[in-house]
Structure formats: structure tokens, C-alpha cells
């Protein structure tokens, strides 16, 4: 018994011991932690161990608000894109790895991105880990000598591929040989940046505007400037810090997206106009051209196309050329002229003026009608015909009698219509763009000379920007109420609505409507009998007026600006459009040149809302040939055939995908052969089919127009690099 007495007591000092070692282990352990955290030393090592673990207050950079079509097409998006480096100082990346597997992702990199040789991308692997390996040897070198003195870091991060890449891409590229791996091993460092995409190209581009390649300095012009507050969103705070050997990022203060905007613009219009101004620049070798369309009841501009001549035959958008073409009208004012008059009570569309020959002087200075060089007299011409037949001498006439003794007058008119008011549009412009600059009697700045009302009638001595003509014909469509154009329409802030933008009214009444009726039964005889014959539609009645000035350069003239502006259909007006080309070659016409590019607008987005019946599409004595149907899924179009009638032979093989041929009398589906990793066919296809195959196959996809697709920039049967964009045209 004793025995095991003095055994358990050993024990128990053992035991002791040991308690009371580990007892003094805490205790320092305790005291030392206490130093680290309270004294000035502990704060030195926590900074030591924060800059080797933490890299503090780095910016998130938000996504930046989208901007879209009335009908949520994406005009503008933010589209995340990643810049691709490599980190040869990460704690996993070991040479022989490399050296095995450069070969493969070598070829790899050059198979997908076509930047660099094979070759090329084996230098910067190899060299990049050479020098990695000369930096440590020479910090070792200095660290031996006891020098302090920094090495510089190159390869800590490498630029792997020249280009930012898109997410697609990314994807793809970490399936690569040695790529595949944790990034600790491979040490791949894929950076996100923030870009701006134009869906649809550059339809509406300067509209929509731009942005910095700095995207953190925001909107450069247009819209993207305009509401650049609004978009660009918060930046947030991340802390990039080391976790187990690896950098993670942890979010301090997350980042604000910024707000979506939707715009009053109608894709499919704004591409029918963007085409039918510029295939008539190209016609008349112009300088530049401009073409806006806006909803006659709510003032939303829905398409609006400013181009510029780059070199023959090529044209782009440029200046906001519906704002700041600040010429002298011509005469498209001379509507101005006569409803002021007819406000005043001064004149009747059934007063008569003599215009003889086309020639009349007032006060020394020669007023000409367009026909005086043929020599003919035409007599005399009433209010009304005047106005169709564009005469200078008629609108002169018409201005003394109402306004020769009291100037004034005349311009308190055209303030009190509302075509002077100072108006804030959503394109930012400078200086005087967009802004009316009319004469006054008054002005010093600008003396009134004893010829200036005269000149002012028919459109000179004045400029008004073709946004207040727009404005204002739109006010006569409208039953004299003016609306401010404007193409922001609603803010949305993650997916939530939280303001609309009203139309606002610039003047609820611009005339009686006694003189509005009576100015718009003229407008009706400019297309019926007068200068804009041209214009006339065989579906829809036109009103509208035309415009040919001289453009004042340099103390003279040099050129002309040719324009039209109206308003359609005009029994009930739902548009009201304003075209205008400036130095156009050859002859100048208001009617035959921007007149035209009018008529294409108006009857284009017309038939555009015109919906026929299937019966009306089934083959009669009325239709010469079959309908064209669309190229794509043949369930599909199995069921648009049975709808007009028809019941075709099925595809020589079992397929999903037809090309439809038709001859005078039925329909020939074929089978659409697709091929992987090669571009498929889509020509003759639909948007929506067409998109499908196209991102399916890993292309992305840029569309302008629409109907069907009528050429690809990919051929059909091109190896496929995915990731890369493929542009579409539709007609």
C-alpha cells in the first residue's frame, strides 16, 4: 500500500509539473500577446504583417447603368471584360510544371486569341520565369551583403494577352494547359474592368454618346454625359488580403450600380432613318446631314441621326447636327411668316400679292422668287399659293403689310409661339447650339437694318436649329399645343422604376385654331401643287414644307442647306419629322433631296405599323409571287406554311434547321447544315433564330437593322474563335 502511495504521488507532481509549465507557457504566451496588442512595438509588427497579408482600399469599381430603346433593346451596356497576367511570384508556380506544359498552352494561346505566335507566348513564359528568377537571386545577393536595397519587381505581374478579354473567353482560357489550375499554381491573374458595348453599332451613337477610355472619368458627350451623375453609380471599397497563400478579395463598402435609362428611341425608325439619310448624302456627295422623327402627342424623339462626310461615299455620325446647325432656315420659316400674320389679322389665305416676273426691290435690295431667270410673269399669287410655290416675294409682301411700321411686333410673335425659349436638351451641347437666335428691333448688340424684316420672312437673317423647326411644325400637327422633343424616359435603379420623365409643354397654345387649320391646308398644298410634289404618298396624306438658304460664310455665301419638315399621316399627324442636308452637289432641292429621304422615313415606318392578315399573304390573282418566308427552325416555319395553305415536301434529310426556296407556285425546304466550331449560315433568317444559332455556336453578336439577315461578317464555314463578335445586317 504504500508503495502505490508514493507512485500516485509522483504522479500527481508530474502532473503538477506539468501544469505548471504549461501554466508559465500561457502566461508568456499571455504577456506577449499584451505587448504585441498595447505597446509600440505590437503596433509595428501588425503593419509589417498587414502590408505582407493586406493591400487596403482598393476601388470597386461599379457597374455602370445601361441605356436602352423605348422597348428594351440595349442601346449602351457595361460589359465586364478582364485584362489576363501572370503572377510568376505565386507560392505554387514551380518551374518544371511550366516547362512541361508551355509548348501546349503556347499553342493553345495562339489558337484562341491569333495576337501573338505560338512562339511569342513561349518567350514570355520562359523569359518571364527566367527574370523571376534573376529578381530573387539578386534579393538573396543583397539580403547575403546585408544591403538594403530594394529590388525591383517586373514580373509580379506580366501582361499574358494583349487584349482585355470578354467572360466567354475566360472561360475558355482557364480550360488551357497549366492555366486549368488554382491560381496560387498557375499563377494566372485575370483583372475585371468595366467596358462600354454598343449592341447596335453605331446606330444612334451620337445620341447615345461616349465615354472615356478612362471609364472612371465618365460620360465624354451625348446622353452618356448628359446623365453621367446617374449612371457612372458609387465606387465601393475592397481590401485585397492573403489567406492561406492565397489573395482573396474581401468587400469593405460594396459598390453602387448606376441607374438604367430608357430612352423615347425606336430602334427599328432610327435604323430607317439612319439609312435613307445616308444613302442620300452618298447619292448628292453632301457634307454632312441630319434627319429627327418625333410622336406628335408625347414630344418622344424616336430616331434621331446626325452625319458627317468622312471621305466620299462614307459618312458617320459626328456633330449633334439636329442641334447645332445654326444656319439660316430658308424657307421652311416661311410657316413662321404666315401664321404670325394670320394671328395679327393681317392677311387671308385668299389675299393676293404681285409677283410678276419673280423680282422685287425693297429698299434697294432684290428679292427673288426661285423662277425669276426663266422670265416668266406670274401675275399675282394668293396667300396660299405663295406658300406652295416657296415665293420670297409673297412672304416679303406679307411681312410689310403686317409688320413695316411696328418690327416689333413680328418678333414678340415668334417669342410669344414659343420659338425662342431658352429649352435644356438631353444632349449637352455649347455655346449657342440648339438655342433660337432671332432678330429684334432693339438689339444693339445686332442693328436692325431697313431690310432685315423683309429677309427675315422667308428665313434669312435669323437661325433657328432644326430641333425648334421640329418643334414648332410638331406644335401645328398637335393642334397647336408645343411640346419639348426629348429622348430620356424613365430611370431605373436595379430593375425598379423610380422616375418618369413628363413631357413638357413649352406652350400649350402656339396660334388659334382658325389659323392653325388654315396654315395646315396650305402645308396639304405644298405636297399636292407646289414644290414638294415629290413627296406625295400614294398611301397617306403628307403636310409639310421645304427649304433651300444659302449658307452665310465668311461675309458671303458658300453653298446651300436643303431641308423639309412636316408631318404625317396628315388627316390624323402621329409623326412629325424634320430633314436637313447641308452642301449637297448639284442642284439644291429642298423637296427632291431631303424631301425624299422624308418620303422614306414617313412611308417606311408607316407600312412598319401596318399588320396584313395570313389571307391577305396566300397567293391570288393580286400577288405575282409567293411570300418570302424566313430561313430557321422548320417546326416553325411548318406551322407559317400551313397557315397560308400550303403543304410542302419535308427536307431530303430529318433536320431542325431549313433554308426555305419557293419558285412562281410552292415552297422547297433544305436542310441547314451545321458544323461544329464552324460559322453556321443564318443569311435570310430572322433576329431571333439567328441569335440563337450565333450564341450557341459562342460568338457574340452585333445586329443592325431589321426583317431578315442579308449578310454576315463571318462567311459561312469560318473556323469559329469564340468569344469574338460577329456583325449582322438585316433588311
Sequence with gaps: MPKNIDKKKKILTRYALVVAVMLVVAVFIVAWAAKIVFTPEGKKWREVGEKETVIRDRVILPNRGNIFTHDGKLLASSEPLYGIYIDFWADGLKKDTLVKYTEALSKGLDDMFRDRTAGQYRSILLNGYKQKENEAQQIAANKAKGIDKKVKIRTRYVRLVKRDISYVELKEIRKLPFLNQRSNRSGMIAEEKNSRKKPFGSLATRTVGSIYKDMSMGGASGLELKFDSLLRGVPGVKNRQKIQGKWMDVVEIPAED????????????????????????????????????????????????????????????????????????????????????????????????????????????????????????????????????????????????????????????????????????????????????????????????????????????????????????????NKGKMLKPFIAKELYKDGRLTKTFDPEVVNPSIASKKSIDMVHDML????????????????????????????????????????????????EPKYTCFVGIRKPKGIPSGGGMAGMVFKNIAEQTYVRNTRLTTKDCRLDSTLIKLPTIKNGLWAKNQLVLKELGYAPKAPDKKTEWVQIKNDSTSYHPQTLELIDNLVPNVKGMGARDALYLLEKSGLRVNMTGAGRVVSQSFGPGKKIVRGTTIGLVLQ
Design 258 to 477: 448606376g441607374y438604367d435609362i430608357v430612352t423615347t428611341l425606336d430602334a427599328d425608325i432610327q435604323d430607317i432613318s439612319e439609312r435613307a439619310l445616308r444613302n442620300k448624302l452618298i447619292e448628292i456627295d453632301a457634307e454632312s446631314g441630319c434627319a429627327v422623327i418625333m410622336e406628335v402627342k408625347t414630344g418622344e424623339i424616336k430616331g434621331i441621326v446626325n452625319l458627317d462626310r468622312i471621305r466620299t461615299g462614307v459618312y458617320a455620325e459626328g456633330n449633334p447636327n439636329v442641334f447645332s446647325y445654326m444656319n439660316e432656315p430658308g424657307s421652311t420659316f416661311k410657316t413662321v411668316t404666315v401664321l404670325a400674320a394670320l394671328e395679327e389679322g393681317a392677311i387671308a389665305p385668299t389675299d393676293s400679292f404681285h409677283v410678276g416676273n419673280g423680282l422685287y426691290t425693297h429698299n434697294r435690295r432684290v428679292v427673288r422668287d426661285h423662277y425669276w431667270t426663266r422670265g416668266e410673269d406670274r401675275g399675282y399669287l394668293t396667300v396660299k399659293e405663295g406658300m406652295e410655290v416657296s415665293s420670297n416675294v409673297v412672304m416679303t409682301k406679307i411681312a410689310l403689310k403686317a409688320y413695316q411700321d411696328h418690327p416689333e411686333k413680328f418678333t414678340e410673335r415668334i417669342d410669344k409661339m414659343g420659338l425662342t425659349k431658352s429649352l435644356k436638351w438631353d444632349v449637352p451641347l455649347k455655346g449657342i447650339e440648339g438655342t433660337s437666335q432671332i432678330r429684334h428691333p432693339n438689339d444693339k448688340a445686332n442693328p436692325w437694318s431697313k431690310t432685315t424684316l423683309a429677309w427675315m420672312s422667308f428665313g434669312y437673317e435669323t437661325q433657328v436649329p432644326p430641333i425648334y423647326l421640329l418643334m414648332f411644325y410638331n406644335a401645328l400637327a
Design 524 to 571: 396639304l398644298g405644298v405636297i399636292e401643287r407646289g414644290t414638294a410634289k415629290v413627296v406625295k404618298s400614294d398611301y397617306f396624306p403628307i403636310a409639310g414644307k421645304t427649304g433651300t438658304a444659302q449658307i452665310a460664310s465668311g461675309g458671303g455665301y458658300s453653298g446651300h442647306f436643303v431641308s423639309f419638315c412636316g408631318y404625317f399621316p396628315a388627316d
